[in-house]
């Protein structure tokens, strides 16, 4: 019982095993393990139980996955229990794998396992030995569970019950004891006891070997089992494992994916900056191509530009340079415009006019009314009460600012000084009223240093270096006086002797010296002129304390007398300079002074009023200037008509309270400056001219003692009977002067202003003068006296002529007839009351017409040059002939006259008196040119002229008388 219980078979089945294990009963169904064959397999499936065989247990084949058949047979080796359960085994693995149904042959364990299966009810069939069915579908008998397994084959083992009931259900297998008597039933009596002796021996034999495989068979399961556990669970554990990894790898997963998507994001983030990145680049390097390309073509316009622009360089550094040629030629025009212009002026004989201003006293930046200051014009800030409020503009040839030097302002009047030594008549004059710096400019402030110096000094020294540079070639005499006039009253600054010479009239003009009787010095170095200077103004000064200091209420008259001959060609010129300090030209009115004050303010007045005057009628070009309405104009006389330079400095004072003043100065000085005077002369002749004049000046001075001794006889008593007639002075020089000072000057022709009387005192004067030109013709040296005599002569006819000063006015070549007849007829009739020999019957007479037509013809075909010249021209000869005394009418009077006239003797000094009958293109002497001529017109007009002539005489000594 306890081995049975112990047993995991029953004993019976053992028993009905090793009986129907017998060999020789045939069975269908049990393969004994040990010896079945294939062909038993192979029969079994031939007979239907067997779909296919699927392998052979026993340890060849083994089926090692389900089948798609629903049975299966499984063999096992048979040979042991071992056997048989690893068919089981293999069984169960089938079924847990998914097999529908299985065959266990000859497999005592699968039998259990199936009657356990059946217990439970399941479905499925279990055919051992029997004919097999299909199996229903459902699920396998067994549990996966091994340990299950082996407690339903325990249970099974000692459930006979089920068992059976299989066996009898199935009706096919007997039972034990069919199985014994059918064991038994062919055996003998006596055979019975041994045969179930081996029977049970077999039995036992079966058990034992049974036990032992169920024994084994139980190690195998439990090692199986636990092999089996040990592996589900490293399975489950692996499973677990790897189910936890992969889990935790989710995370992980999903972090690594996240941050894959994020990588990826990320990489695509980076893929669109660097698509983005790539597109910039390309872009970029679109823009840099562009950019090479815009520089190359910039590079290539460049060096184009640069090209042209060398090119333009090129053509520009030409420009400039032609340009700067251009710049320099019109600096030359410029200069060569300045010089023509001033030729022009001296053409025109312009009075040029330069203003100047002067400091505002104790106000540096001060510039009172002047408004503005450039090179020509000065502007005047006008206030309403002085009328047109506002600037008023006047234009001059020069403007000197406060600041101007004197050195400034002697450089711009430079070549008008040095063309003295070229022989031409100069004058600067100074005007302003007082204070307004006249004696500064003409002399210098009191306190003179090189810098101060007025033009006076400077004018001198540089004809000093002038006629030193020019001596191989001119040899130069200069000479200087000094004269003042206060109140119509010359004197002498240069006198010596203290004796305070006063000249109320002045003669005339001798070689241009026009007071030949005051002190004439030579000079040869600015000390010489400054120690004139330094005298001059002592005997000013003397004069200034006598008399209450009438510096400024008096005029100062410095002339430079020059005398120049040429060493190589012999000839003579003659220039003189008047430096010119006027007295203040303030009003009467304003100074309110009485007494000596008022009559000195009314001489000035009168004197600067007769120089307006002169002015004015230079300026309106009329035939008659009043120069002898004064001793101002009078001294002025040859530099402020026909031959020479005239500058006057007009200055100005900046103080607001002289503006009256200095508005009425500066109109006073625009007017003068729009004076022309005509072209200016040189007094220059030629050694043949000067010797031949010299032979004239002879033959005049003969001509004159003739006739001054006819005229002695006839006028002795008159002349002894007017004790009031001046005896002439003889122009002998000074004590002073030097000897090769020629002396003779040109007697001006008087002016209106001289009465009838004087005209008769003219005839006495006629007659002394001409014993005293005897006296020079005999006395004097050779070419200064003869110029002496010349002159004298020549002013003695003048007087002769007109016997009366005529003023000398400008050259004006379209004088009408009209005027020039009455010049004619004027001079008619003062000639009549002058001399009988002058008279117009004289002229009328035909032997003398003959003879003055035979002079004019021989004058004209001598000069016709000359003549026609002066026809064109007003600096022409002709009026050389009309103004100068070194005019070669003169030489041309001495050619022809001896000619004409047969005798040099009254007939001579008669036909002078054509001479003074030239029509007016001077009122002088070129007014009498045409009259000589024979033109039918001019004959037929004597008479008419004659008339009219005597019409005006009888106006003008009406005004005269006056
Ligand atoms: N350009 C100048 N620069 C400096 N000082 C000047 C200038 N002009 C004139 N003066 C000064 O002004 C003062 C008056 O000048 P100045 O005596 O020359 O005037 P004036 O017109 O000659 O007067 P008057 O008519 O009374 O002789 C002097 O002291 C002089 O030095």
Known sequence: MGTEQMLPFSFLSVVEDVLQHQPTRPTDINLPSRNLEPACLRRYEAAGWLRKTIGIIGGKEFPAEPCEEEFRVVEGPCDSDAADGAAALSAFQYFENGGKSVR??????????????????????????????????????????????????????????????????????????????????????????????????????????????????????????????????????????????????????????????????????????????????????????????????????????????????????????????????????????????????????????????????????????????????????????????????????????????????????????????????????????????????????????????????????????????????????????????????????????????????????????????????????????????????????????????????????????????????????????????????????????????????????????????????????????????????????DSLGGQAKTLMFVHISPEPDALGETLSTLKFAERVSTVELGAARVNKESSDVKELKEQIANLKAALARKEGDDEALVLQPSVNSSPDVPKLKSYKSSPTRSSTWASGGRAQPKDDSSSVESQKKGQMKLKRRSLDLQDMITHTPPWPPAGNRRVNRKEEDKELVCGDWIDKVIVNRNDSLTSDDSLVGQWEAESKQSSPMMSPNYLSEPSKICLEHSFKVTLHKKDSQDYDMATTDDSDDPLEVATSDSSESDLHWQLHMPKATGIPTISGSKAKKPTNLKPARTPETRSMIPSLIPSPSRKQSVGQTRKQAGAIDGKRRTGNAK
């Not at 698509?275 to 910039?298: D, S």
């Not at 001798?510 to 170095?525: F, M, R, T, W, Y």
Request: hydrophobic share 35%.
């Open 104 to 637: 266990i042959v000859n497999c005592v364990l699968a039998l259990k396992a199936y009657s356990e299966w059946k217990d439970r009810g399941k479905q499925g069939s279990w055919k051992h030995g029997g004919n097999p069915k299909p199996l229903a579908s459902g699920r396998p008998f067994l549990r996966k569970n091994s340990d299950s397994f082996i407690n339903t084959l325990s249970r099974n083992t000692s459930d006979k019950d089920g068992w059976t009931s299989d066996r009898n259900e199935g009706g096919s297998v007997p039972n034990l004891n069919a199985l014994v008597r059918e064991f038994l039933s062919d055996k003998k009596p006596d055979e019975i006891p041994t045969v179930l002796e081996s029977l049970l021996s077999k039995v036992v034999e079966e058990c034992e070997r049974r036990v032992l495989i169920q024994h084994e068979m139980v190690y195998i399961y439990i090692y199986a089992c636990f092999f089996f556990i040990m592996f589900s669970f490293i399975i489950n554990l692996t499973e677990f494992s790897v189910k936890k990894f992969m889990e935790e790898n989710e995370d992980d997963n999903q972090h690594i994916q996240l941050k894959q998507e994020e990588c990826y994001k990320d990489e695509k983030r980076r893929m669109e900056v660097s698509k983005k990145q790539q597109k910039l680049v390309e872009r970029q390097h679109g823009e840099i191509q562009a950019l090479k390309i815009m520089a190359h073509h910039t590079r290539s316009g460049m060096q184009l530009f640069q090209k042209k622009y060398q090119e333009e360089l090129i053509y520009l550094s030409k420009h400039v340079h032609s340009l700067a040629s251009a710049a320099s030629g019109y600096q030359r025009v410029l200069e060569e415009n300045r010089k023509l212009y001033n030729q022009l002026q001296d053409l025109k004989g312009n009075i040029r006019v330069y203003c100047r201003v002067r400091p505002f006293f104790g106000q540096v930046n001060n510039a009172g009314i002047v408004g503005s200051l450039e090179e020509g014009s000065i502007s005047l800030i006008i206030p309403s009460k002085y009328g047109k409020e506002g600037k008023k503009i006047f234009n001059f040839n020069r403007v000197f600012g406060p600041t101007a030097t004197q050195a400034e302002v002697f450089a711009d009047m430079q070549p008008l000084i040095r063309s003295v030594l070229d022989g031409y008549n100069v004058c600067i004059f100074a005007y302003g009223q007082t204070g307004s710096g006249k004696t500064h400019t003409m002399s210098g402030p009191n306190d003179l240093t090189e810098e101060s110096v007025g033009v006076n000094y400077r004018a001198l020294r540089d004809l000093f270096l002038l006629s030193e540079q020019r001596k191989d070639t001119i040899s130069y005499d200069i000479f200087v006086q000094m004269l003042e006039i206060y109140n119509d009253q010359v004197r002498d600054l240069l006198a010596t002797d203290g004796s305070n010479k006063k000249y109320p009239s002045l003669t005339g003009s001798q070689n241009g010296i026009n007071v030949p009787e005051a002190n004439l010095v030579p000079v040869s170095s600015t000390s010489d002129v400054l120690n004139l200077m330094n005298l001059g103004q002592k005997n000013r000064a003397v004069s200034a304390t006598a008399m209450n200091d009438r510096s400024s209420r008096s005029h100062s008259c410095l002339t430079v007398h020059v005398q120049g001959k040429d060493l190589t060609s012999g000839s003579h010129l003659r220039g003189s300079m008047h430096l010119v300090d006027l007295a203040g030209s303030e009003r009467v009115d304003k100074s309110e002074v009485t007494g000596d004050r008022l009559k000195e303010a009314q001489h000035i007045n009168k004197s600067l009023s007769a120089l307006g005057d002169v002015i004015s009628s230079l300026a309106h070009k009329q035939t008659h200037v009043p120069y002898r309405n004064s001793r101002l104009t009078q001294l002025l006389q």
